[in-house]
Each structure stands twice: as structure tokens, then as C-alpha cells.
């Protein structure tokens, strides 16, 4: 027989977004109960455990704030953290606020249906059992679906196949094999470099070449840590208003000589990191700026590869800079200088087939044991249109959503009232510090649960006006941009048929957060609330 648990909230994965949203919850005051699919805490820290893998935000950025305690307390060892290391911490979190006796690991939920008479969501997952809750809070992950191409004969290897996304937690035996890497965005550009150390033979097969900035990763000086952890207020309220903290800069790249632009960038390649692409205020809008620090990277890859062959293939040339997710990475392009190394690009050498032993491209076999995918994700709605979301009147959230993702402060989508998406598409998402994001949704979802708990209001939906005049709003800032000049996951290019609709909220996160917090103090303009009329009659 199959038991029904109430509860006021579901909130589904246990990544960073679910376990502070079911801590902010607790806290107010309500019931809730979280689903995750892995055995543990961590969302994409617990699968992405991929050689290299790491966090292209400073450690001492890419941490809650809404816990002083926590946030003194716990010491990162290195600039940007390694994976092992965030999941630790993500670990002391849940274990620090007891939030995992709220999750049911090992548990996907399956289906979402909206009640209309009840004013509830039934969820199903597949243990079998029904949930039954007024709210659902998705807090399931932008980059949480994995994506593998469809290669013919993939099933025929021999030797073994991973994810970057879907790591295994076991040792993955690359030492003395010859490894095929498919796929340069962040992850890959992460494990190539490892993984050559110890391979045999490492083959990587590139269809988009993309811009590097070296990291300049290493230990975090205690000094440093002491200090920032005693201006963490400052920090902390910067970070609301900007998503990261980088060293912004006041003045266009043509604005300056050519030598004082050249200084800069050398200036910022020495430093490290995504500050690179701030080296000037016009980098991620003006095609002729974005140029130039597009010709400053081609440059350095043309000085650090040794043969002008690979690093010609190296060079992004398809895309500006930044268009697609700038890269961080450490000595990715010095391991193209190694003999164990070939670059291999599928657009002028496709791959034809997987075969037993090997990649088989328009040239040759080329044999391998392992076949390491960093081939990217269906990303920001691929976690939702996979579960069975049915809204009002039936309406399924894949058929909503099937010419791209309409919703309304990337928060709610019309016609699924009381369910809450966290950094999902229309929302700033990855273009900030992710964890700033969660932290601003959360606190936003909770103070509007609050306000319909205090009103007696149990539906909230969104009018179809505000949603349109919404997206209408994220294109018209896209458009101001460079973003849509690249194929990248931030348009859903990445994934053959998925509709090509920029997803991301590209007019900062201050604007973002005046705007969310002004529908709110305007009793939730462009929001519908009402009781349903089953609890009218009650009254
Ligand atoms: P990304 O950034 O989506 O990168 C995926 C890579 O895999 C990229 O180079 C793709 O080339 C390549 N790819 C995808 N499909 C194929 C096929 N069919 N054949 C060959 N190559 C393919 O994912 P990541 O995991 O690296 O990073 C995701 C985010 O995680 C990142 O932005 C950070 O926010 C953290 P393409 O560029 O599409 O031509």
C-alpha cells in the first residue's frame, strides 16, 4: 500500500541550493523533506569527481554566508578548492545543521503532479512511495544531467567509458593506458592535464577549442585567509551585488594605448583566474574589445605550444572570448608540449565510430582502453523536463517549456503554482558565484513562504503578462551582449534539438535582486495569490 507523507515543503537534491533551502525552511518554521538520488550529500561536488576537478571561484568566495560561525570556522586550504575538498565541506554543512535526517538518499522523484482542488503537489519517486506537499522547491541542479553523444557503436568498447559528470567513486585506472579524452569545456580542460601525467597515451578529441586562463592555483596563505575571514561582512555584502568578486575595471579596452592594454593583460594573466575577462568593462559586450583580449590569449597559446599545428587548432577563433564559460585551468596547454599527447579536431577529422578497441575517426583507428567523456550537460532545464511535472490542467512542465523555458524571475513558471526553481534558467544562475545565487532564491522563496503562511494565502501562480514581459526583459539584456554569438549550453546549443533560447539573466545580479525584492515588497506584483476553493468553503 502506498503511504502518503504531508509535508509543507519537498525540496528536491541535496546540492548546495537543497540543503540550505531546507535549513532556510526549518527555520521559519516549516515541514520539509528533501529527495536525493546519490547516497549522499554534495549534487554536482559529490558526482563530478573527476581527476582535476575543481572550482574556478576562489575558496573563500564559494562558501554560505548566512552562518558566521561556519564561515570562521572552517579553513580552505588552496585558492580554488579541489572537489574532495568542497565536498567536505558540504559534508561538515549538512552534518553541522543536521539537515540529513530531512533527506531521503537513494530516491529520484519521479513525477510532480499539481492538485488544483487541494492546492497541492502529489510527488512520486521510485521507491514507490507519494509525498504529498503544498510547496516544491527544485533545487535539482543546472548542471546536474550529463550529457553522452550519440556515437555509433559506443556499446561495442571493449575498455571502460566515464563521465565527467557521473565520476564513479573508485579508483578509474588510467595510469599506463591510452586514454581518449571527448570534450575541452571546463572539465575537460581540467583532467586532460592530470590524466597525460599517467596515461600511456593520451588522444583528445576537440570539437570547439576554448579560451584558457591559467589559474596561478596553490595553497592559501594563512595571512590571507585571517584576514578576509575578518572582513567577511564586506566581502560578503559585495558579493550580493556583483555575483563574484573579480577586479572590475573602469574603462573600455580602446580606451587605452595599445602597450597599456598589452600591460593589462599580461597584468591579469599573471594573476589568474576569470579576472582576466574584467581586464576592461567592455570585454563582454563590444566585439571589437573582446577582440583584442581574444588576440592577447591566441598569442600566449601560439608562445606555449611548441608545434604551430596544434596550437593553431588550439586557438579559439569561433566564438569571443567569454561567450562561451571562460576556462580556468593549470598547465592545460603546456601538456599539448608532451609526447604522450595528441590533439585530435573532429571538425576537420570527424569521429565515424567507437570500435571495439578505439576511436575510429575520417582518418584513422586511433585504439584506446578508456574513453573519459567531458562532453557537458543538458543544462539548467534538463533536471526538470525529465521528471513528470504536471501543472494545471494537466499541463506538462516538457511541453511548457518546449521552444525554451518561460518563466517569471527565473523563480516560477505560469501554471505550476507553489512549485519554486532555484538558479534555474531566467535567472542570473551561473553567470555568478552559484552559492551567492542559492543563497539570494532561497531567502527569497522562504520570506515569500512566510508572507502566504501570514496572509493565509496557500496559491501562489504567476500572470501570464509578467512571465512574458520576463523573458522579453532576459533577451533584450542577452541581445546587449556578447553571449549569443557562441553555441554554448547557456542556449541549449550543446544538445541536438533543444531549443535555442538564451536562458541566463545577463543584467547583473544587483539589478536582479532590486528587481525580486521590489515584486516582493509590491505584495508579489506579476504574482497571482489565492486560496483554493476547497479551503474557501472551510472557512
Ligand atoms: P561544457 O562546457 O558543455 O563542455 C563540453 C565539451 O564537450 C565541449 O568542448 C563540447 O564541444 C564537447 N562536446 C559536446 N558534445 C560533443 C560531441 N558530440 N562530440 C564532441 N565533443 C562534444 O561542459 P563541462 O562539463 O566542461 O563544463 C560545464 C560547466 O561546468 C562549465 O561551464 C562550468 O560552469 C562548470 P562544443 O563546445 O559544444 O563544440
Not at 206 to 226: C, D, H, M, S, Y
Not at 317 to 325: E, F, I, N, Q, V
Request: overall charge neutral; aromatic content about 12%.
Amino acid at each position: 500500500m502506498r503511504v502518503t507523507h504531508k509535508y509543507d515543503a519537498i525540496v528536491l537534491g541535496a546540492g548546495f541550493a537543497g540543503l540550505y533551502a531546507i535549513h532556510a525552511m526549518r527555520q521559519r518554521g516549516f515541514s520539509v523533506h528533501g529527495f536525493e538520488a546519490a547516497d549522499d550529500v554534495g549534487g554536482v561536488w559529490y558526482w563530478n569527481r573527476y581527476p582535476g576537478a575543481r572550482c574556478d571561484v576562489e575558496s573563500l568566495q564559494y562558501s554560505f554566508s548566512f552562518s558566521k560561525e561556519l564561515e570562521q570556522e572552517w579553513e580552505w586550504s588552496e585558492r580554488f578548492a579541489a572537489q574532495p575538498e568542497i565536498l567536505a565541506y558540504i559534508k561538515h554543512v549538512a552534518d553541522r545543521f543536521d539537515l540529513c535526517r530531512y533527506i531521503s538518499f537513494e530516491t529520484r522523484v519521479e513525477s510532480a503532479i499539481w492538485d488544483e482542488d487541494r492546492a497541492r503537489w502529489t510527488v512520486t519517486t521510485d521507491r514507490g512511495d507519494e509525498w504529498d506537499a503544498a510547496f516544491c522547491i527544485m533545487a535539482s541542479g543546472s548542471l546536474s544531467v550529463s550529457r553522452l553523444p550519440d556515437l555509433s557503436g559506443l556499446t561495442t568498447f571493449k575498455g571502460e567509458t566515464v563521465h565527467t559528470g557521473m565520476w564513479p567513486d573508485r579508483p578509474i585506472a588510467y595510469a599506463n593506458k591510452k586514454v581518449a579524452v571527448i570534450g575541452t569545456g571546463s572539465s575537460g580542460i581540467q583532467a586532460i592535464p592530470v590524466i597525460a601525467e599517467q596515461a600511456k597515451q593520451l588522444t583528445v578529441f576537440q570539437r570547439t577549442p576554448n579560451f584558457v586562463i591559467p589559474a596561478r592555483n596553490g595553497p592559501l596563505a594563512q595571512e590571507k585567509q585571517k584576514t578576509w575571514k575578518a572582513q567577511y561582512e564586506h566581502w560578503r555584502a559585495r558579493a550580493r551585488e556583483v555575483g563574484t568578486l573579480y577586479e572590475f575595471a573602469s574603462q573600455g579596452a580602446l580606451d587605452v594605448t595599445e602597450a597599456e592594454r598589452i600591460a593589462e593583460y599580461e597584468r591579469r594573466w599573471a594573476m589568474g583566474g576569470v579576472n582576466f575577462v574584467h581586464s576592461f568593462n567592455n570585454i563582454y559586450t563590444d566585439a571589437a574589445a573582446n577582440k583584442t583580449a581574444a588576440d592577447f590569449v591566441r598569442a600566449k597559446i601560439r608562445s606555449i605550444v611548441k608545434d604551430p599545428t596544434t596550437a593553431e587548432k588550439l586557438c579559439p577563433t569561433d566564438h569571443p572570448l567569454g561567450s562561451k564559460r571562460i576556462c580556468v585551468g593549470s598547465n592545460y596547454f603546456e601538456t599539448y608540449n608532451r609526447s604522450n599527447v595528441a590533439l585530435i579536431d573532429i571538425r576537420e577529422e570527424p569521429i565515424v565510430e567507437i570500435q571495439p578497441d578505439g576511436i575510429k575517426t575520417s582518418r584513422q583507428v586511433y585504439p584506446v582502453d578508456l574513453i573519459v567523456f567531458a562532453t557537458g550537460y543538458d543544462a539548467l532545464t534538463g533536471a526538470l523536463t525529465r521528471i513528470n511535472i504536471h501543472g494545471r490542467n494537466g499541463v506538462a512542465l516538457r511541453d511548457k517549456w518546449n521552444k525554451g523555458p518561460k518563466n517569471y524571475l527565473g523563480l516560477m513558471t505560469a501554471g505550476f503554482p507553489n512549485m519554486f526553481v532555484i538558479t534555474g534558467p531566467g535567472s542570473p544562475s551561473a553567470l555568478v558565484n552559484m552559492i551567492v545565487g542559492i543563497e539570494h532564491h532561497v531567502d527569497w522563496i522562504a520570506e515569500c513562504l512566510v508572507y502566504l503562511r501570514d496572509k493565509e494565502i496557500d496559491r501562489i501562480d504567476v500572470e501570464p503578462e509578467a512571465e512574458d514581459q520576463w523573458v522579453a526583459h532576459v533577451n533584450e539584456s542577452a541581445d546587449k551582449t556578447l553571449f549569443v554569438k557562441a553555441n554554448s549550453w547557456y542556449l541549449g546549443a550543446n544538445v541536438p534539438g533543444k531549443p535555442r533560447v538564451f536562458m541566463l539573466y545577463t543584467g547583473g545580479l544587483k539589478k536582479y535582486r532590486e528587481i525580486c525584492d521590489d515584486v516582493a515588497k509590491a505584495q508579489y506584483r506579476g504574482f497571482q495569490l489565492s486560496q483554493t476553493t476547497q479551503r474557501k468553503r472551510a472557512l
